[in-house]
């Protein structure tokens, strides 16, 4: 069941004494059995690396002093406690809609605040989940730089200062921007670090940790860079405002005359046009495999939209444009196989477009069809690729650990960094397979409370769906318990 949100802001927390107590017996039994402490000392040693010299947290600095005492890691797992037992507060795309409208200083230094405060919240329910995962999977060099990054922001956020003026709160945004930056390269360490653990984990258990580690970083993300975004434009009209030319930096700006506001809803849209991102996705797409096969503008399926064209909804259309873009990659990419032969004769007849040659087109179409209702907006993506082959596969395609799985996986050893933004894909080869762009795009879409299915129809296509709430209140879906299965909430 979907909660419903609280408000944006509001200083409450649930503090959960019974939780805390719980997790210092759990943790009690590991440590009882040696691999939670093995773990803390492998980010012990970890943290003499160079890159962990610029770490502000006591946790990285202390290790690369040589040794943390006892008393010091008891005091390091009490401030994660304290974190860890408090709830995320979520929040909905309606509320950041309307924070934005009326946006005044003391909004954007409270958004600040709330960044500050809420995204060590969350950091710290997923350093908790690396601890709790088996020792063996904690000792995964590719996991244990994840969870060191993670340790790193951790402490640089809750020990940042109150924001309390517009120029604390440019700082604030320098040192979010500076950590998304640094974690691009989370995705393809877990991806290399679940495809090694494959055979040492139980499948459900991994699974479950991605998509938990997945789903969080989303938010984290949205958090920040919603608030990233209000900030910068909020300043850009209060630059217009004063009169101050574009080269003058924003740090002259100070802070804003009194009464001063603007109206701005940061990277969500409130009337979100689902035609045109797909029109746009289709666009990207076909490029990229064009540009792949070495084939001539035109070339490839081509995408028909139909349905509920004029439908729009409230979204963060990077996060639907990535859904739609994965989906209409899978059915290009079967599409374009199943038909190569075809393929193969446009390539020889150099120039020429196969859509308009006179044998009529090289590939059957990929059809796009919007419906909307009152509360959701579905779309679906029907291929005539022959189907996902071997059947089996339908059952791990939402798994990172089936071996099929690894073996894509590891291909990310080729890329270093990946922020799975639609932009990026242009920079990788689309013939090369991460078997992620599947359980990515679900995990988008249950994050706003929505879900991808797939359905398969052997030897003819495939019908992808994706449904999402269209209204924007709908509060995020992310389960900060680890205990809790990840899917407990569909
Ligand atoms: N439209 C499709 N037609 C046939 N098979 C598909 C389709 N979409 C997905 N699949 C199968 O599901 C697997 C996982 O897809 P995905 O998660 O997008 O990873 P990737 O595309 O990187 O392999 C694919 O490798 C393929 O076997
Ligand atoms: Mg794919």
Redo the contacts with the bound molecule.
């Keep these: 069941m979907l909660r419903h949100a609280a408000p944006l802001l509001s200083p409450k927390r649930t503090a959960s004494a019974g939780a805390c107590a719980k997790q210092q017996f759990r943790r009690a039994s590991r440590l009882a059995s040696g691999s939670y402490e093995a773990l803390r000392l492998n980010t012990t040693a970890a943290s003499s690396s160079p890159t962990d010299s610029s770490a502000g947290g006591s946790h990285m600095r202390v290790g690369g002093q040589g040794g943390r005492s006892l008393q010091q890691k008891f005091y390091e797992n009490r401030i994660l406690d304290r974190y860890t037992s408090q709830e995320p507060k979520k929040v909905t795309l309606r509320q950041l809609v309307l924070f934005g409208r009326q946006l005044t200083e003391d909004k954007l230094v409270a958004s600040a605040n709330y960044v500050r405060t809420e995204l060590p919240v969350r950091l710290a329910h997923r350093i908790s989940d690396f601890q709790f995962l088996p020792y063996i999977a904690g000792t995964n060099p590719h996991l244990k730089m994840v969870y060191d990054l993670y340790w790193r922001a951790f402490d640089e956020f809750r020990k940042f200062p109150v924001v309390k003026t517009l120029d604390d709160n440019r700082r604030f945004c320098d040192n979010v921007e500076k950590n998304l930056l640094e974690h691009s390269q989370v995705i393809p360490q877990l991806g290399m670090g679940v495809s090694e653990c494959a055979d040492l984990v139980s499948p459900d258990e991994i699974d479950r940790f991605m998509n938990q580690m997945l789903i969080s970083r989303i938010s984290r993300r949205t958090l920040a860079e919603q608030h990233i975004a209000l900030s910068r434009q909020f300043d850009t009209d209060l630059r217009a405002h004063l009169g101050l030319r574009p080269a003058e930096s924003f740090a002259q700006l100070g802070n804003a005359p009194a009464g001063f506001s603007t109206q701005r809803i940061g990277i969500v849209r409130a009337d979100c046009s689902a035609a045109q991102i797909i029109h746009e996705c289709a666009v990207r797409a076909a490029a990229l495999y064009e540009d792949a096969y070495h084939l001539p503008p035109g070339s490839a399926p081509q995408v028909i939209v139909e349905g509920h064209t004029d439908a729009t909804f409230m979204c963060i259309p990077a996060h639907f444009s990535y859904i739609v873009h994965?989906l209409l990659?899978?059915?290009m990419?079967?599409v374009m196989r199943r038909f190569a032969a075809r393929l193969d004769d446009t390539a020889t007849t150099k120039g020429a477009v196969a859509s308009s040659s006179s044998s009529g087109p090289a590939f059957p179409p990929i059809r796009v069809t919007i419906c909307s209702s009152h509360a959701d907006i579905v779309v679906r993506v029907s291929?005539e690729?022959?189907?996902?082959a071997p059947p089996d596969?339908l059952q791990h395609?939402w798994s990172f650990t089936h071996p099929l799985k690894a073996k894509?996986l590891r291909n990310f050893h080729a890329i270093h960094r990946m922020e799975a933004r639609v932009d990026e894909a242009d920079a990788v080869s689309p013939l090369l397979?991460?078997?992620?762009?599947?359980?990515m795009s679900r995990v988008y879409a249950r994050y706003w409370g929505g879900n991808v299915t797939?359905h398969s129809l052997p030897g003819h296509?495939?019908d992808?769906y994706v449904q999402l709430p269209r209204l924007g209140n709908v509060v995020e879906n992310i389960s900060a318990r680890r205990a809790s299965p990840f899917v407990a909430s569909f």
């Design positions: 994965e990659r899978n059915a990419s079967h291929d690729g022959g189907g996902i596969v395609i894509h397979s991460f078997g992620f762009g599947l359980p797939v296509g495939v992808a």
